[in-house]
C-alpha cells in the first residue's frame, strides 16, 4: 500500500521520463490515454515552472527596486536631518530661553508685589496676562489684591467707628459727671440773675450795673445749654422706637427752622408722600434741627437748604445739603468728635450728638463737602421700614 503514493508522486515530479518507461515496459503506445495525460502533464509542469523562474526574478527586481528606494529615501532622511536638526535645536533653545526669560521676569515681579502686599501695600500687576500658569498666578493674585483692598478699608472703617464709640464713651461718662456738678450751681445762678434783671430800674441804677446783669444773665443760659448738650451726650438711653413717619417729622424741622431763620433761606423738600420707619422721634427730632441749624448758620444771609429722602432697598436714605462755606478738608475727619468747633461760641457738641443718636439707631452718617460750595450729610436709617 505504501508503494502506490511514492508511484504518485514520481509520476507527478517527472511524467515525461514515466511516460517513457511504460512505454518500453508495457504494450502502451504513444497515444494511449495514460501516455497523453502524462505528456500534456509534464507541459503543464513545465510551463509553471517557467512562470515561477518568471515571477521570482521579476520578484528580484521589485526587491531590488524597492530596496533602492528605501536607500534613498533613508539617504535623503539622513541628510535632512543632519541640516534641520541643528536649526531646529537652535530654534527651540532660543524659544526655550524667551519663555523662561518672560517666564522668570513675571514671576520676579509677582514675588515683589506679594513682598509689599506682606508690608500693607497693594499693588496691582499691569502686566498682560498671557494664557499660561504664571497668566492665571497673575489673575488670581490681582483679583486676590483688589479683595484685599476692600477689606482693608472696611476695616478701617470699622476701626474708625470702634475708636469713634470708645472716644464717646469716655467722653461721655466726663461729661455725665462734670454736668450734673454744674448743673445745681448754674441753676442758682439763673435764678439770681433773673430775679435781680426784674428787680433793677433803669433810672435807679448804673448803666455797668444793668450790662453786668444782663450779660451775667445771657451767659448763664448759655452754660445751661451747654450742661444740657453734655448730658444729652452722655446720655446712654436706648431709643423708644415706635412707628413715625419721618417725611412729615423732617418736614415739620424744616418748616420751624426755616420760618425762625431771619435771613433769606430757601428750602426744598424732595420725598415720596410718606415713609414709616420705627424710630425714636424725639432722638430724629434733634438729629434734623441740629443739622438745619448748621446749615442756616453756615449759609448767613441767604442760601439753599434741600432734603433729599428716598430708599435703597430696606433702608431710609436722607440728605441735608447746604450751599454754605463748606468744611475744609483736614477738619472733615474731626467733625463729629466731641467739642470739635471751628465756631466762636459753639460748644462742638452738636453733631457728635448727632452721630451718637444715629449710632444708637443702628444707622451711618456721612458727610462730603467742598469749601465755599457746600455740604452734605447722608444719614443711612437700617431696615424696619413700611413705605407707602
Known amino acids: 500500500m505504501a508503494f502506490f503514493p511514492i508511484v504518485e508522486s514520481t509520476f507527478l515530479e517527472r511524467p515525461l521520463v514515466n511516460a517513457k518507461l511504460l512505454e518500453k515496459i508495457s504494450s502502451l503506445k504513444g497515444d494511449a490515454p495514460i501516455i497523453m495525460t502524462l505528456k500534456y502533464l509534464d507541459i503543464e509542469i513545465n510551463a509553471l515552472r517557467k512562470n515561477g523562474e518568471e515571477v521570482l526574478n521579476l520578484t528580484n527586481d521589485l526587491d531590488k527596486s524597492a530596496r533602492a528606494k528605501v536607500e534613498g529615501v533613508i539617504h535623503s532622511t539622513g541628510f535632512v536631518a543632519l541640516v534641520f536638526f541643528p536649526l531646529f535645536f537652535g530654534l527651540g533653545f532660543v524659544l526655550l530661553l524667551v519663555i523662561t526669560h518672560s517666564v522668570v521676569s513675571r514671576l520676579k515681579v509677582l514675588t515683589v508685589a506679594v513682598e509689599k502686599t506682606g508690608k500693607g501695600e497693594f499693588p496691582f500687576l499691569d502686566i498682560t496676562e498671557k494664557q499660561d500658569e504664571v497668566g492665571v498666578l497673575i489673575k488670581a493674585f490681582n ?145 434734623f434741627t441740629n443739622l438745619f441749624s448748621n446749615a442756616i448758620e453756615a449759609m448767613g444771609d441767604n442760601g439753599l437748604l434741600e432734603v433729599e429722602i428716598g430708599t435703597r432697598g430696606a433702608d431710609v436714605l436722607i440728605k441735608v445739603s447746604d450751599t454754605g462755606k463748606g468744611i475744609l478738608p483736614e477738619n472733615i475727619p474731626m467733625i463729629f468728635d466731641p467739642f470739635f468747633t471751628t465756631k466762636e461760641k459753639g460748644t462742638g457738641l452738636g453733631l457728635a450728638i448727632v452721630y451718637n443718636i444715629i449710632k444708637r439707631h443702628h444707622g451711618k452718617i456721612e458727610v462730603s463737602s467742598l469749601p465755599e460750595r457746600g455740604t452734605t450729610f447722608t444719614i443711612i436709617l437700617p431696615s424696619n421700614t413700611i413705605n407707602n
Open 143 to 287: 483679583k486676590m489684591e483688589s479683595d484685599l483692598i476692600v477689606r482693608d478699608k472696611e476695616i478701617g472703617r470699622k476701626n474708625e467707628e470702634l475708636l469713634q464709640s470708645r472716644k464717646l464713651a469716655s467722653i461721655g461718662t466726663l461729661a455725665s459727671g462734670v454736668a450734673h456738678e454744674l448743673n445745681n450751681p448754674l441753676n442758682n445762678i439763673y435764678l439770681a440773675a433773673q430775679t435781680l434783671s426784674k428787680k433793677i430800674n433803669q433810672d435807679e441804677y448804673p448803666k455797668i450795673v444793668r450790662e453786668s446783669v444782663g450779660d451775667i444773665f445771657s451767659q448763664t443760659i448759655r452754660a445751661k445749654r451747654i450742661v444740657h448738650d453734655l448730658l444729652e451726650f452722655a446720655r446712654e438711653k436706648s431709643p423708644e422706637l415706635k412707628t413715625i413717619d419721618i417725611v412729615n417729622l423732617i418736614k415739620q424741622a424744616l418748616d420751624q427752622i426755616t420760618t425762625a431763620a431771619l435771613a433769606n433761606i430757601k428750602s426744598n423738600l424732595k420725598s415720596p408722600p410718606q415713609i414709616e420707619i420705627l424710630a425714636d422721634r424725639h432722638l430724629l427730632w434733634q438729629v
